[in-house]
């Protein structure tokens, strides 16, 4: 498997690994007030320690998914994120 590959198929499975973290979090519901990024990458258990560049990877990972259509953004003072009614996964 290429490089290029191998990354697209570990960007997928962390995408999947955040909704199941999202799973857990009551907030992150369908219908519920949603979660901030931080609170998710907790959850994930992908923080990294790197201080004010923190929570960049799961950001991006969040903002990607919303896109995509996969989760729902709250706009509620800061970006929250909460699974869809109708998540397949």
Same mark, same amino acid.
């Given at each position: 498997?290429? $490089? $290029?590959?191998? +990354?697209? %198929?570990?960007?997928?499975?962390?995408?999947?690994?955040?909704?199941?973290?999202?799973?857990?979090?009551?907030?992150?519901?369908?219908?519920? %007030?949603?979660?901030?990024?931080?609170?998710?990458?907790? *959850? *994930? +258990?992908?923080?990294?320690?790197?201080?004010?560049?923190?929570?960049?990877?799961?950001?991006?990972?969040?903002? %990607?998914?919303?896109?995509? +259509? $996969?989760?729902?953004? $709250?706009?509620? +003072?800061?970006?929250?994120?909460?699974?869809? *009614?109708?998540?397949?996964?």
């Amino acid at each position: 498997m290429s $490089v $290029v590959l191998e +990354g697209e %198929r570990l960007i997928e499975e962390c995408k999947h690994h955040l909704v199941r973290a999202m799973r857990t979090l009551p907030e992150c519901q369908p219908g519920g %007030r949603g979660a901030g990024s931080s609170e998710i990458e907790m *959850a *994930a +258990g992908f923080a990294l320690a790197l201080g004010s560049q923190d929570n960049w990877l799961t950001w991006s990972l969040l903002q %990607r998914m919303w896109r995509d +259509g $996969v989760i729902d953004l $709250v706009r509620m +003072g800061r970006l929250r994120y909460r699974l869809k *009614a109708d998540d397949p996964s």
